[in-house]
């Protein structure tokens, strides 16, 4: 089918032209990442939020077309082909197609998230940035050079960095490291430098209260797992930084026949990591589950939440779980270690499977020590409550348009 001028196919105007029924002063914003995986899983809150108080919200991914809840959530989606391979030809293309795009629909806010998608966004609206007054916001999820990485690699990802926030009206970070690390390489002016905990958990759905008995017999039945039988669950997307290896195989060291380790989420590595467990001896106990739409179940019934990553920014899952007073066995690195620094949870070295064994082992046979850094966990997910970060969006998106009081926004 051939593409209109934003490179976008005509299905993807899936709905009626927002246009056409909001008042035409209503602030229009466009949200961008790379994946649609991330829309769904971290923005489809903010455009919820925004679409209710009259905000026209559009959003752009590879995949999004195809992704019912991206779909539904809003306005307009648009196809993107870009990828995170940052040598991909492919992200070339989109330079003209992300400013045709802003163009046609005049956005007054583009609000990008992901590596590869924010250079490419920042770099292809610099000019509209002039000319048209587009507001260009980049959330990192976390920065690609950090401690852990190499110093080749590192300084690349802090040259491209340097170079994209000249195109950027808002550089936002959520954790404490890389607020300090922008600071000091003054990737932006202090006063278009914010930090925000975080995208938000909702600690309505994320809460023991939302989760019945019913409910917990029904997942428990529906996988065959025995009440007495202790759960360990990681949350990830199959990608080589989450480890999922490392979790394998520490789960394979642990001593209790019944113990299950279920992993939810999809990616390109699922199907390694299931010859993994295979050979480790352990493929009937551990569980891949796919994407599931029932995470605070699977929580609620779970010992521990399992994060091994080499790299976070401030990992959702483990703000689901201490929301939900679960106890977290995550690796020692930035954002993680934020999070669980009060003793909401174990950190281990990373690649350290023997530690992280000895985790998995503490919080299955010492229901107690588990029961106390879950209620820790609990007091201190107040502060990343997404209303609180509603609020935040607020504030930025206000600042941005130079509005000091608009019925939009109350």
């Known amino acids: 089918m051939a593409a209109t001028s934003a490179g976008v196919s005509p299905t993807q105007k899936h709905l009626v032209d927002p246009a056409s029924n909001k008042g035409s002063s209503a602030p229009r914003l466009l949200v961008a990442a790379t994946s649609a995986i991330t829309v769904r899983s971290f923005l489809l809150p903010i455009a919820q939020h925004f679409r209710a108080r009259g905000w026209r919200v559009d959003a752009m991914a590879n995949g999004i077309e195809e992704d019912q809840l991206c779909r539904s959530g809003f306005d307009c989606v648009w196809d993107a082909c870009w990828t995170r391979n940052p040598v991909d030809p492919r992200n070339l ?34 000019r509209l940035r002039h000319e048209r007054n587009v507001k260009v916001v980049y959330t990192a999820h976390g920065f690609h050079f950090h401690p852990a990485g190499g110093a080749i690699r590192n300084k690349a990802f802090e040259t491209l960095e340097r170079k994209a926030s000249r195109w950027t009206d808002s550089l936002v970070v959520m ?3 890389d607020f300090k690390a922008a600071g000091e ?26 989760v019945s008995r019913k409910d917990l017999d029904h997942v428990r039945a529906e996988l065959a797992i025995s009440q007495d039988a202790p759960v360990l669950l990681m949350l990830a997307e199959f990608v080589k930084r989450k480890r999922h290896s490392d979790a394998i195989q ?3 060291r642990v001593g209790h026949p019944r113990a299950q380790l279920i992993l939810a989420g999809t990616g390109p590595l699922m199907e390694s990591m299931k010859r993994l467990a295979s050979q480790l001896g352990v493929g009937d106990r551990v569980r891949f589950l796919g994407f599931r739409s029932d995470v605070p179940v699977l929580m609620k019934a779970s010992r521990a939440l ?46 350290d499977i ?32 997404l209303t609180h970060l509603l609020r935040m969006h607020e504030d930025l998106y206000k600042e941005l348009l130079e509005i000091q009081s608009s019925p939009s926004l109350t």
């Open 185 to 210: 390489k003054a990737f932006v002016p202090l006063g278009r430098l914010r930090f925000m905990p975080g995208i938000g958990v909702d600690r309505s759905r994320y809460s023991t209260l939302s």
């Open 354 to 385: 023997d530690k992280l064994a000895q985790a998995m082992e503490l919080v299955i046979h010492d229901a107690g020590a588990a029961a106390v850094m879950g209620q820790t966990g609990r007091e201190q997910s107040e502060m990343y409550d």
């Open 175 to 177: 954790n404490r490291e």
């Open 93 to 126: 293309k989109m330079v003209r197609r992300v400013r045709d795009l802003a163009t046609e629909h005049r956005y007054d806010i583009v609000h990008v998230h992901t590596p590869v998608a924010s250079f490419v966004t920042r770099y292809a609206l610099d």
């Open 306 to 351: 399992i994060l091994p990553s080499s790299q976070e920014g401030l990992p959702r899952s483990v703000l689901e779980a201490l929301s939900m007073g679960v106890p977290v066995i995550g690796s020692r690195i930035r954002g993680t270690t934020e999070l669980l620094e009060r003793n909401a949870g174990l950190l281990v070295d990373v690649g």
């Open 250 to 252: 520490a789960f394979s």
